[in-house]
């Protein structure tokens, strides 16, 4: 998996952009201001700080979201939007996994928070509406039955 990136393009900040990356995994963020890293305040997950184009710093906050892999940012109190809030329809749908995979045990709801993840970072690609929902669908559907069918090969059939 390669880093999320994401670009912030402000009037007021000194330089071009800023951009953001995220580790996929870790979630660690590295910001840079026209390919110059940003740094850190003192404390300890400390904001970024940004030089404005007046001569002032402000703070930088980002701050991970749970489950969507968008981040939420705030310069000093404003909020910035990397990407589009997800409606709640789109959290539920996204969700199913969880709910197919909770009547077969602890290993199979682990696997269905990773295919949870990954429905996540389907709703956030470029693609068509309608290819999201199915492509989410889909890949719910054939990971339940693959799961199934390994249960099945492994605990066999039971007896009549």
Same mark, same amino acid.
């Given at each position: 998996?390669?880093? %999320? ?61 749970? %489950? ?6 705030? %310069? ?39 295919? %949870? ?17 199915c492509a989410i669908y889909a890949l719910s559907i054939v990971v339940y039955w693959v799961f199934a069918l390994i249960l ?9």
């Amino acid at each position: 998996m390669s880093a %999320l990136q994401y670009s912030i393009k402000r009037k007021d900040i000194a330089g071009e952009s800023i951009e953001l990356q995220q580790a996929p995994i870790s979630g660690k963020v590295v910001a840079n201001n026209d390919g110059k890293p940003l740094e850190r305040s003192k404390e300890k997950y400390g904001p970024f700080q940004v030089r404005m184009k007046d001569g002032t710093v402000k703070r930088l906050f980002v701050r991970p979201r749970l %489950l969507d892999p968008v981040p939420t940012v705030h %310069l000093e109190d404003e909020e910035i939007l990397l990407a589009r809030k997800l409606f709640v329809v789109e959290y539920v749908f996204a969700a199913v996994p969880i709910l197919m995979f909770l009547i077969h045990g602890p290993i199979a709801t682990v696997i269905a928070f990773v295919l %949870l993840l990954t429905n996540f970072r389907i709703l956030r690609t470029k693609w068509m509406p309608t290819l999201k929902w199915c492509a989410i669908y889909a890949l719910s559907i054939v990971v339940y039955w693959v799961f199934a069918l390994i249960l099945k090969l492994i605990l066999g059939t039971p007896a009549h």
